[in-house]
């Protein structure tokens, strides 16, 4: 892996790791976050920029498609931020809040949270671990 994947996988495991945790052990403010930002279309407008911001650099920065799982998963991971954010900008606010309020009723937030949580978990093993040996003969 590259140095910029071990960076990224670090950084979107513990990333997804403590939003994941924090987001579960708060989840009604959470929700009650979540559901006041999906009816403030200035807020949407604000964190759709952010994430354009955020997606397009992941994506011009780590756009590579071989090499592994984990180098896989961080360049779409990138390419879903980007999508996400230019739905935040270009969807209604009311199509925005009925696809939140379908996403955050019922079981569906602790699938999303555990998934969120193994997601980040597999990444930030995969960056914090030591790189594997090269030629690991013991030969000098």
């Known amino acids: 892996m590259s140095l910029r994947t071990v960076f990224l996988c670090k950084l979107y495991g513990l990333f997804a790791m403590i939003f994941s945790l924090a987001t579960a052990s708060h ?3 959470s929700r009650d976050l979540f559901d006041e930002l999906c009816h403030r279309p ?30 896989c998963v961080v360049t779409l991971l990138g390419w879903l931020v980007l999508l996400k954010s230019i739905l935040l900008l270009m969807l209604p ?3 925005l809040a009925e696809l939140y309020q ?8 602790g699938v999303y949270l555990a998934v969120c ?4 978990a597999y990444l930030a093993w995969g960056g914090f671990r030591p790189p594997p ?8």
């Open 27 to 29: 989840l009604q403010a």
């Open 42 to 71: 200035l807020a949407l407008l604000l964190f759709g920029l952010i994430g354009l911001a955020a997606g397009l650099a992941m994506v011009l920065g780590h756009s590579i498609w071989s090499g592994g799982l984990r180098t």
């Open 93 to 95: 606010a009311r199509i």
């Open 102 to 109: 379908n996403a955050w009723t019922g079981v569906a937030p």
């Open 117 to 120: 949580f193994a997601l980040g």
């Open 133 to 140: 040996r090269v030629g690991g003969n013991g030969a000098r």
